[in-house]
């Protein structure tokens, strides 16, 4: 690709779950969750493939910034084009503060007996905590 046509090339990001396709749209950037960091991706980024965490999805179009919970996952990136299979992908509007502080407390008091019960409370917690977050992001 030249650095005339990557320069004028358009970002595009599509969001998939196992029901449905949550977002396909145009962007200028695109802020993920990793599940060691997070990842920017602007026009021309090189292609790779990561491992997604519980957390803030931000799309930015022009001024405008969207944000959305998503739920682990894969993120490929590759020609400008951001796909995201994940399998929860909500609007941050939309994320229950409350029912993810009660998940929250919840898990943090649960009784484990076993490395695999360990492991499903910690990802619980993880999974509370980035809602949490992301929803007092939103507001």
């Known amino acids: 690709m030249s650095t005339a046509e990557s ?15 949550v977002l396909d749209t145009e962007a200028d950037f695109v802020a993920l969750p990793l599940f060691d960091g997070e990842l920017g991706v602007g026009k021309g980024h090189s292609p790779l493939i990561g491992r997604l965490g519980y957390g803030e999805l931000r799309v930015r179009q022009g001024a405008t910034t969207s944000r959305y919970y998503i739920d682990g996952g894969f993120v490929q990136v590759n020609d400008n084009l951001v796909s995201v299979l994940t399998n929860r992908a909500v609007s941050a509007a939309a994320v229950d503060q409350v029912t993810a502080a009660e998940q929250l407390a919840t898990a943090l008091t649960r009784k484990v007996s ?12 993880s999974q509370a905590r980035a809602q949490l977050r992301v929803s007092m992001r939103a507001k």
């Open 7 to 21: 320069t004028t090339a358009i970002l595009h990001l599509i969001v998939v779950t196992p029901e449905e396709t």
């Open 114 to 125: 076993g490395e695999e019960e360990l492991a499903i409370r910690d990802r619980i917690i």
